[in-house]
């Protein structure tokens, strides 16, 4: 799950992390209302779930409360990454003299937290690793102990030179680590970590992933969810226990299990169609998610014609087809349909869907080239 | 032979009294798995379906029944505390079907599962089958026959496919392993693949893999170094859309995006056959 920025700063803040004040505005009145309370000169920053937000547009800075009236304006009628732009945050513009980037994350290959750090912050981390990884320090944090005091410290060193700046970084790493550990997240980032004029060691942005699967663990941070900010199939999916992921093309997919699902669609490409979108009903039969997955995938208006491919393992194939029943009663289908099923009580589930006046087919590739001629057909 | 489990496997199911794991549970024994026991605190003594014990905690029941291999259907939360009770309790094959297990709690296990000396399989695994000895876990016993062939795949339903098609052709099994697909994971391809090139009776493998992480790409280079047995691969996720599952902060680590693209060409590079469709792994191993 992805949170904002101005919701990882309030997560980093309760870390002990220091990060300049700020407040969020949904209007340009709010916004600049809050530049006044500031005074001086603020930033006005895009809160959306998409990088490169300054590349497009979504971070300004503004001299006076009128400015920050008309940049927050601006902003809030963006549309970044097919994202559209809710909220800003408006922050008093810090005095940087440096930019360092700190970031820890879960490493499949290390099967560890890893710390990445970097005393080239404020760009494109990416940039960095491919172009001068020298500057880029990676260090794998064992779980048993946490990142220790000495660690922090040489990663702190690999940032400044002087020792009070390095001490105080490797506290913000620390403070980092046990927030990413206690929110149960997959990323934690700050970019950039600045220095100032002044000496001290501040975070100006934050990011923070979650991983969806300690959301139970952590109500609190579960409900920093702001759907209004993620695509709305997306959020109905996830609702209804579905994994989806819509897609541009027409022929729209519903499968059990991931793999299948990205085979199905593979095969769809391969057969000259293309996929509207990735859906995994999962592994357990319930009629009531097949009725949910079709009211999904029926609301976009470029399904064509819409393919089952069901290989029953745990999942009933009876169960899938009763929920096709129940759907396309409630609901009568506008695109053809193209339905392979093969598995467990699989003579029952055929059976289901002749008395209703489906066909459906055994074998997958037979089934997809049907799925594509129809959709292409349609669109012809 | 087959690797990992045979009908020497002599298995207890932690979570046995839940909707899956007695579901499940009576799958295995109808295919012919010997289940010893099951764990589920609070029902010690009670007995499942009439005639397999159930124990406490995992050292009860390891004491109890000489157990050796182990197979978890708790819920996500328990998942981690399970995996390593049985480490601790000495059982040297644990498998877990568990799905949503958090990845933070996986870097906890996996060292502690590592210094106990037990191989992990899992978790959101579909677990093993040595078609005709015995299964571990929820791949349909019905799919499979028994053969010559490994099969090591990151995927369930995808596993069914593609081991279906086998079957229909006449080309059995001697195990087909799901590894499961989550970041971090007890067992990887090149384990797998190592266990089979071991196995007398195993004459060829078949490796499924999919988009994200390298590896793929690791299993490919042990597979042209290490391998003497042909091997053929299939990699799900050819036209997934970059970057919706893995953040590009993971990307940088490992130095790799993970592509299929770049998965299949690591594959053709280290003398893989590569399937364009599931189908055409069946036609893989008739060249063989």
Sequence with gaps: MNIHEYQAKEIFRKAGIPIPPGEVATSAAEAEAIAR????????????????????????????????????????????????????LVTPAADIET?????????????????????????????????????????????????????????GFFLYDDVKKARAAAKIMQQLYSAFVSSGGSLAEINPLVTTPAGDVVALDAKMVIDDNELDRYPAIAALRDESSEDPSEVDARNANLTFIKLDGNVGCVVNGAGLAMATMDLVKYYGGDPANFLDIGGSSNPEKVVNALRIITSDPNVKAILFNIFGGITRTDDVANGIVTATKQNPLKVPIVIRLTGTNEEIALKILKDNGFSAMTDMDEAVKKAVSLATGAAA | MSIFIDNDTRLIVQGITGRDGSFHTRQMIEYGTQVVGGVTPGKGGQKFDEKVPIFNTVHDAVKETGANATVIYVPPMFAADAMMEAADAGIPFIVCITEGVPVLDMTKVYPFVKEKGARLLGPNCPGLISPGKSKVGIIPGRICTPGNIGLVSRSGTLTYEVVFQMTRAGMGQTTCVGIGGDPINGTNFIDCLAAFEADPDTESVVMIGEIGGTDEQDAARFVNEKMTKPVVGFIAGQTAPPGRRMGHAGAIISGSAGTAAEKMEAFEENGIGVAKRPIDVVQLLRNN
């Design chain 1, 37 to 88: 309370k500031f005074g001086g000169t603020v930033v006005v920053k895009a809160q959306v779930h998409a990088g490169g937000r300054g590349k497009a547009g979504g971070v300004k800075l503004a001299k006076t409360p009128q400015e920050a009236r008309d940049v927050a304006e601006k902003i809030l009628g963006l549309t970044i990454k097919d994202l559209p732009v809710k909220k800003v």
């Design chain 1, 99 to 155: 930019e360092a980037y700190v970031g820890v994350i879960v490493d499949r290959a290390s099967k560890r937290a890893v710390f990445m750090v970097s005393p080239a912050g404020g760009i494109d981390i990416e940039q960095v690793a491919a172009e001068t990884p020298e500057k880029l320090m990676r260090y794998p944090v064992d779980p048993r102990y946490g990142l220790m005091p000495f660690e922090a410290m040489e990663l």
